[in-house]
């Protein structure tokens, strides 16, 4: 089953230096058939002024995830934690039994991210921070796992919860596969560029909820950067 939310379906809201666009319900905008796909809670499609940003705020237990589209953003929390995070790069956050935090960004140019919320294994525990970068070569014409709270991960950034984030840069034509098991659940996002996910077309920054499938297979239609989480 393959559930496309085409982008301009989406709730939202534009506040002046914040364009947000929900995928699911979030703030004002409330749909309750899109409470959330599996574990994953929130997928959130910013798109924030030079200069600006998410002054301090609070959080807990929950895994917040961030994939920088465009320009960077720069974090700051309670914890002593301090980084900027660019284009292609991912930084995480485990809320767990609290963190304050905010966001900025300060470059001079737009910042455009996804900010993609998953819910934890258990509550509470310390809140921790983390940010790495993801060179696009490297995940070209396949899945790169970015953020991961499954054993053997190694190489992503860790999350506590059963789920992966996921990326992939593709050329036009090419398809990279990925064992979902048709237990799971994921959503999947092209940043960038047209797909066809198991031959459902998408449009850049449309939303497809994916379950009951087996592998799933995105090829490109023109050159294109997509993100997916698998989760529980």
Not at 58 to 74: K, L, Q, S
Not at 94 to 114: K, Q, V
């Amino acid at each position: 089953m393959i559930d496309v939310r085409p982008f301009n379906s989406l709730g939202g809201a534009n506040h002046g230096w914040l364009d947000a666009k929900h995928h699911f319900s979030f703030a004002s905008y409330y749909d309750p058939d899109r409470m959330g796909w599996g574990a994953l809670r929130v997928w959130n499609d910013d798109t924030i002024a030079a200069d600006s940003g998410f002054p301090p705020h609070p959080h807990a237990d929950m895994e917040i995830i961030t994939y920088v589209r465009e320009g960077a953003i720069t974090h700051e929390d309670n914890q002593g934690n301090r980084g900027r995070t660019e284009a292609g790069d991912v930084q995480v956050m485990s809320a767990g039994s609290g963190i304050r935090h905010s966001e900025f960004n300060l470059e001079p140019e737009t910042t455009r991210i996804f900010q993609i919320w998953i819910i934890p294994n258990q509550v509470g525990g310390k809140p921790s921070w983390g940010a790495k970068p993801f060179p696009k070569d490297d995940r070209s014409g396949r899945f790169v796992t970015l953020a991961s709270g499954i054993d053997g991960d190694t190489d992503a950034l860790p999350i506590r919860t059963d789920a992966r984030v996921l990326g992939a840069n593709l050329k036009a034509g090419e398809t990279a596969e990925y064992t979902l098991g048709g237990k799971r659940h994921a959503y999947l996002v092209p940043a960038k560029g047209k797909v066809e996910v198991n031959g459902v077309a998408l449009d850049a920054r449309d939303g497809a909820a994916i379950a009951e499938v087996e592998t799933i297979r995105v090829t490109a239609l023109e050159d294109a950067e997509v993100v997916m989480v698998d989760a529980a």
